[in-house]
């Protein structure tokens, strides 16, 4: 089992680009996570997937979008990207929401 | 809002020295603590889950434990191998919060 995989793992963008990021998890959980690292910050949700077909916000969503494709995959978009979004994304899943999230190895994105 | 501490933010330590990291937490209703470790690099790799206070869990050298306010994960005798960035969260309904870290050197 590969667990949660993330492609790519880096990536650098120019301001106003746009980029897909995607998360693919082979465990058959439910809910699927997004996150951004900061430093000195704690991990913060952007968005999450309850189950297939659903997906809400999380504490910072604004400049991102996402699509739960399935059961498995869970994509962020960022349409416009800025430099305030230079930052580590995880996903992560988890057998329901709530329940113990596993995370994936991350993409280190810079946007110039 | 939920709020997540952890102290200190950086812990030097010789190999075999024995110390605590420490989580504090403010929630509405604690619905469940989490330890994750994070390498440089990699994402967080889940270490244990506690419920309600009194509990505490062991893994190795880890050792956590659980109070209404706050959360403890001992490392004892810690090796070369424990160096890390050690995450706390913490879950209110479904959402976690968490902490910044507490990043852990151990020298041999």
């Known amino acids: 089992n590969a667990g949660v995989t993330q492609t790519p793992k880096f990536q650098v963008l120019k301001t106003g680009q746009s980029m897909t990021l995607q998360c693919a998890q082979d465990?058959?959980?439910?809910?699927m996570y997004w996150y951004r690292q900061d430093p000195g910050m704690g991990l913060r949700l952007i968005y999450y997937?309850?189950?297939?077909?659903?997906?809400d916000k999380g504490e910072v969503p604004n400049g991102y979008n996402v699509s739960r494709l399935n059961k498995r995959e869970f994509s962020l978009r960022l349409e416009s990207a800025a430099p305030s979004q230079t930052s580590v994304y995880f996903c992560?899943?988890?057998?329901?929401?709530?329940?113990?999230?596993?995370f994936g190895p991350g993409t280190r994105l810079l946007v110039l | 809002e939920d709020q997540v501490t952890q102290s200190p933010e950086a812990l030097r330590l010789q190999e075999g020295e024995s110390s605590s990291l420490n989580c504090s937490y403010t929630?509405?209703?604690?619905?469940?603590l989490f330890w994750y470790r994070q390498d440089p690099g990699k994402g967080p790799e889940f270490l244990f889950t506690?419920?309600?206070a009194g509990e505490e869990k062991e893994k190795e050298r880890l050792k956590a434990t659980l109070t209404k306010k706050e959360s403890f994960l001992h490392i004892t005798a810690p090796k070369p191998e424990d160096s890390a960035t050690y995450l706390c969260?913490?879950?209110?309904?479904?959402?976690?919060?968490f902490g910044a870290g507490t990043t852990v050197t151990v020298r041999a």
């Open positions: 992560a899943s988890s057998d329901w929401l709530g329940a113990t999230q596993y």
């Open positions: 465990m058959n959980h439910n809910s």
């Open positions: 997937s309850a189950s297939e077909g659903t997906t």
């Open positions: 929630v509405s209703g604690l619905r469940g």
């Open positions: 506690l419920y309600s």
């Open positions: 969260a913490v879950r209110d309904d479904y959402k976690l919060s």
